[in-house]
């Protein structure tokens, strides 16, 4: 059963069309990457999916219900966690109070965060915005855990960190898809990381879905195409 489900999803802002026609699925467990050249649709779809940005046309569906109508803090509470890209986490709270303050009741709490980051034990009572990028990116995934979600959406989670936080990031993701049931959707440009972790990829061409399907058939003809690698 789809977990999340997009049907013909289009979205604008304002009077500029930002996506025409975007196709989705995301089952229980599984974790999907979504990418795409820059600028191709891929933080809107995930604006559309959080309720942060109204879609104009199409479905979406969580848990088999339709969300229109939703606001974002509903989302939050039927399961979606979002690390969102540019981290935005609470720069004048301390680590401590960033992660209190998304909290909900379930498995997810501050010493099981912890545990998965331990630097952020060691900078407990450090305000959020004198960490190093990596420590905010942290922060900013043991927040949307916090929330206690069944989809755990990341928006460009690595991006513009030193290649050893990328690894120890994408470690704790890979981890956290072996040891929880947790579904993923997953926004990165690595194609070799994804791999490591993602089951299935989708492809967004401005603003459309233009291929879906498993790493193994993402060969170097599709992946020219549609990414330029």
Do not use: H
Request: charged share 20%.
């Amino acid at each position: 059963m789809s977990l999340l489900r997009l049907t013909g999803v289009t979205a604008a802002y304002g009077p500029s069309q930002a996506l025409f026609g975007v196709n989705l699925d995301v089952a229980e467990g599984e974790a999907v990457a979504l990418m795409g050249r820059n600028g191709m649709g891929k933080t809107t779809t995930v604006r559309v999916i959080c309720r942060l940005l109204n879609a104009t046309g199409g479905q979406v569906l969580f848990c088999g219900e339709s969300v229109a109508g939703w606001s974002s803090s509903r989302m939050a509470r039927a399961g979606i966690g979002l690390v969102p890209e540019g981290r935005r986490i609470f720069r004048n709270l301390s680590v401590r109070e960033n992660l209190i303050a998304a909290a909900r009741p379930g498995a997810w709490d501050e010493a099981r965060v912890i545990d998965l980051f331990p630097r952020l034990g060691e900078r407990a009572a450090q305000a959020g915005g004198t960490l190093s990028g990596g420590e905010q990116q942290m922060l900013a995934i043991g927040r949307a855990l916090m929330t206690n979600p069944r989809l755990l959406v990341l928006d460009e989670a690595t991006e513009g960190l030193a290649p050893v936080i990328r690894q120890e990031i994408w470690a704790a993701i890979r981890q956290l898809k072996a040891d929880t049931g947790l579904a993923f959707l997953i926004i990165d440009k690595s194609v070799q990381e994804l791999r490591s972790v993602a089951e299935r990829t989708v492809i967004l061409e401005r603003g459309s879905t233009v291929w879906e399907g498993g790493f193994a058939e993402l060969d170097e003809g599709v992946a020219q195409r549609y990414l330029g690698l």
